[in-house]
C-alpha cells in the first residue's frame, strides 16, 4: 500500500490527501458544487440526522451482498459516472473501472468520460454501465447507445438534470475551463504542482473520445470537448425518454430526480429503476437533499422498479441508512475520484475497502445479517 494510503483512515482521509496532490483548480471543479453549495451539504447532513437504533444479542456474521437490476453484486454500491476524470488521474476511468470489478460491484461510464467507451470495455471489464448525455444531435446520442451495447454494457444510465451546467462560482474564480487552459491566472500551477502540469504539456490535455471521436463520421464540431455543454439538449422529454427505452435493449436507469411523480413518470416511461440524485448538489443549489427525497419515492415506486440514491454517501453506515429507507443500492462519486487521483486502481480499492468494512461493523453492530435485514426500523429520525 502506498506511504498516502496507509494514513487514510476514511472518505474524509482521502479526500484531504487528494486535496494536498491535486492543482487546486482541478480539486476545487471535482468538490465544488453549485453557487452557496447548500444542497451538496444538505446531502451529508440528512444522512447525519438519521440517527441507527441497533438491535443486540443476534450473533450474526452479515452477508453484504445484494441483487441490483437482476445481476449479483457484493456490496448494495455503485461507483458513479464522472466526466473529466482524466485531469486528475491519467486512465483514471479504467482505475475506477478495474477497481469496481475486482471489488465485484458495477461502475457508470460517463459520457463526458476521458476514456472511450470501448477501451473501458476492453482493459477492465466486469458490470459496466453506460450514462448517457442526451444531445441535441439526436443522431449523436443514438450512435453513442450503440457503441455502449455493442461494447457489452448492460445499463443504460439516462441523466436528467442537466438541462443547463450548474453554476459552480469556484470553476469560475479559478478561471477553470474544459478542456483545460493554461490561462494567467493558472499559470502558478506550473509553480504549485510542477509534476501535473508537467505531465499535461508532455502527455497532452485529456480529451472526451466518446464525442470527439465522432467528430469525422457525425458532424460533431471538432472542438466537441469545448462545446460539449452546449451539445446538451435542454428540450429532452419524457417523450424522449420513451425513444430511447425503445432503442436499449438492456436495462435504463433515468438520473437526477427528486420528485416521487417523475419516480411514478418513469416507471410508467419503462425505466427499470432511478437514481435519486441531485448530482453531489453540482446542478441545482437549494435542491432537496437526495436523503430526504428517498422515502416518498420509495414509497411510490419501489414496488414497480428499483431505487438508487447518490450524493454525500461518506461512510458505511451511509450505505446501511439508504438500504433501511428504500434504496436498492447507492452510487459514491467524489471519493472514489479522489482514490484513483492519489494511487490509481490502489487508492480506488482502499476507497471501496473502507466503505465495505465500515458498512459490515455497523450491520454487526446493529445485528443485521443481510440486505434484506434493513428496513425502516433501523432508522429513528433525531
Ligand atoms: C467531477 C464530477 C463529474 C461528474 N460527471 C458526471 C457525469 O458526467 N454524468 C453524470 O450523470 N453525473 C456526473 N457527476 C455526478 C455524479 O455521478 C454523482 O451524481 C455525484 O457525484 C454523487 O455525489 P458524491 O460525489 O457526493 O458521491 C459528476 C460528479 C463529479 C464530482
Not at 476545487?28 to 440526522?49: H, L, P, Q, V
Not at 441535441?136 to 450512435?143: A, K, L, Y
Not at 506550473?190 to 490535455?205: D, E, Q, T, V
Not at 427499470?272 to 453531489?280: R, T
Request: charged share 25%; hydrophobic share 45%; proline share 4%.
Amino acid at each position: 500500500m502506498s506511504h498516502l494510503l496507509s494514513r487514510a483512515f476514511s472518505l474524509d482521509d482521502v479526500a484531504r490527501i487528494a486535496q494536498r496532490k491535486l492543482p487546486r483548480s482541478i480539486y476545487d471543479f471535482y468538490s465544488g458544487g453549485a453557487e452557496n453549495e447548500i444542497t451538496m451539504d444538505a446531502n451529508r447532513r440528512a444522512f447525519e440526522e438519521l440517527a441507527l437504533v441497533p438491535r443486540i444479542l443476534r450473533g450474526v456474521q452479515p452477508n453484504t451482498q445484494q441483487v441490483i437490476l437482476g445481476t449479483a453484486s457484493s456490496l448494495p454500491l455503485v461507483i458513479a459516472p464522472m466526466g473529466a476524470v482524466g485531469y486528475g488521474c491519467r486512465d483514471g476511468d479504467v482505475a475506477l473501472a478495474k477497481a469496481a470489478a475486482s471489488a465485484g460491484i458495477p461502475y457508470v461510464l460517463s459520457t463526458t468520460a476521458t476514456t472511450s467507451i470501448e477501451r473501458v470495455a476492453e482493459e477492465a471489464g466486469g458490470n459496466l454501465w453506460f450514462q448517457l448525455y442526451t444531445l441535441r444531435r439526436r443522431e449523436v446520442t443514438m450512435r453513442l447507445l450503440e457503441r455502449a451495447k455493442a461494447a457489452g454494457y448492460g445499463v443504460l444510465v439516462v441523466t436528467a438534470d442537466v438541462p443547463v451546467g450548474g453554476k459552480r462560482e469556484r470553476d469560475l474564480r479559478n478561471d477553470f475551463s474544459m478542456p483545460f487552459r493554461f490561462t494567467a491566472r493558472n499559470m502558478a500551477v506550473f509553480a504549485s504542482r510542477p509534476s501535473w502540469a508537467l505531465g499535461m504539456l508532455i502527455r497532452g490535455i485529456p480529451t472526451m473520445p466518446n464525442l470527439t471521436e465522432m467528430a469525422g463520421h457525425d458532424s460533431l464540431p471538432v472542438d466537441a470537448a469545448a462545446s460539449v455543454g452546449r451539445e446538451f439538449d435542454p428540450t429532452f422529454d419524457w417523450e424522449g425518454l420513451k425513444e430511447i427505452r425503445k432503442r436499449w435493449p438492456g436495462k435504463l436507469l433515468l438520473k437526477g430526480l427528486l420528485h416521487p411523480d417523475d419516480a411514478v413518470a418513469a416507471a410508467d416511461a419503462g425505466c427499470d429503476g432511478v437514481i435519486v440524485s441531485n448530482h453531489g448538489g453540482r446542478q441545482l443549489d437549494g435542491a432537496v437533499a437526495t436523503m430526504r427525497a428517498l422515502p416518498g419515492i420509495c414509497d411510490m415506486v419501489a414496488h414497480r422498479i428499483e431505487v438508487l440514491l447518490d450524493g454525500g454517501v461518506r461512510r458505511g453506515g451511509d450505505v446501511a441508512k439508504a438500504v433501511a429507507l428504500g434504496a436498492t443500492a447507492v452510487l459514491v462519486g467524489r471519493p472514489a475520484l479522489y482514490g484513483a487521483c492519489i494511487a490509481g486502481e490502489a487508492g480506488v480499492e482502499h476507497v471501496l475497502k473502507i466503505l465495505n468494512d465500515e458498512l459490515v461493523r455497523v450491520m454487526t453492530l446493529c445485528g443485521l445479517s443481510d440486505m434484506a435485514s434493513l428496513n425502516r426500523e433501523l432508522i429513528s429520525r433525531t
